[in-house]
């Protein structure tokens, strides 16, 4: 059985890492390689990859979104893993929809009185994230069409995410994924924007490209809820007064790995071997049986 799990990016090639796991018993390699916003480069290594490792992640980019179990299949991303015929492919959905759904409740202890604010990157494509903070009663704006598509209009509600999934989000699927999110070198340029809802929220919370891009000089006293962290994206907050870091997924070897990443790695250790349709209950349910067993939570770390 392959021991080794990768996640294949379009994001810059400064965020590579190799690290060995124990999983459920099992020595497992995950290794994360950008290409630097190449989707030909990309979508090769796929293909080479393919029978040769126990399952790929598809990094820097999404298969799709799931909103309120509705699942909307990105049209443009489907050719990076189109020639994938053997090896399982998932793009972290699996956990987003089921760890990150924790990860307002481990903020909870920690706002110290602070108004129960979130300031939500992209709430389509982390819904599962953004139920969780709606369900505890935050107070809530969603930057999807802010930062997705430039547009300076918040999403405020539950409601108006799921509106906006309906009728946005089958016109984007056909958008270049570029268009929609940085990739490759375009990830390590800052461009502040919409700062007034930074300074709004106690907590910032989605995806860390996005925030480390976007986000204002000063974040004093804020929280950040977010994975894929570096030393690097670390040291930025802790310059700009970040109280504390809170990753979806856990810290290995000095940086918490994306959720495509640790859901390959999850099905690598077990063994899966047939294809990843979501939004499939089967799957959903083996992903938090792992999250149980492997007493997975959101990790808090002190800036």
């Known amino acids: 059985m392959h021991q080794r799990a990768v996640s294949v990016s379009i994001g810059s090639v400064t965020r590579d890492k190799a690290v060995e796991v124990e999983l459920f018993g099992k020595t497992i390699q995950l290794e994360r ?43 443009s991303v489907k050719p990076l893993v189109r020639d994938v015929k053997i090896t399982p492919v998932v793009d972290g959905t699996g956990l987003k929809s089921t760890l990150e ?63 906006l999934a309906k009728i946005l ?57 977010t994975n894929t962290t570096t030393p690097k994206d670390r040291e930025i907050f802790k310059q700009a007064g970040v109280r504390l870091l809170v990753t979806t997924t856990p810290m290995l070897d000095g940086r918490s790995f994306g959720t495509n990443m640790m859901e390959a790695g999850i099905v690598t250790a077990k063994g899966y071997t047939e294809a990843v349709k979501y939004p499939s209950k089967t799957h959903f349910g083996r992903m938090e049986a792992a999250i149980q067993e492997l007493n997975l939570s959101p990790q808090v770390q002190e800036l």
């Open 101 to 163: 759904r924790k990860a307002a409740a481990v903020v909870e202890p920690y706002l110290q009185g602070q108004p129960k604010r979130v300031f939500q990157m992209s709430g389509v494509d982390r819904y599962g994230l953004s139920s969780g903070f709606m369900n505890l009663g935050y107070e809530s704006i969603f930057g999807d069409l802010m930062f997705g598509l430039g547009i300076s209009i918040p999403v405020h509600d539950d409601a108006g995410l799921k509106r």
């Open 169 to 225: 989000v089958p016109l984007i699927t056909h958008m270049p994924f570029s268009w929609l999110y940085p990739t490759g070198e375009k990830q390590e340029v800052r461009s502040p924007k919409f700062t007034k809802y930074f300074e709004w929220a106690t907590v910032i919370s989605g995806d860390c490209h996005y925030i480390t891009k976007y986000m204002p000089e000063r974040m004093d006293g804020k929280i950040i809820v």
């Open 33 to 75: 390689i950008g290409t630097d916003g190449d989707m030909k480069a990309a979508a090769q290594m796929f293909r080479d990859l393919d029978g040769k490792v126990g399952a790929l992640g598809v990094g820097g980019a999404l298969l799709g979104f799931l909103v309120d179990q509705k699942w909307y299949e990105l049209e």
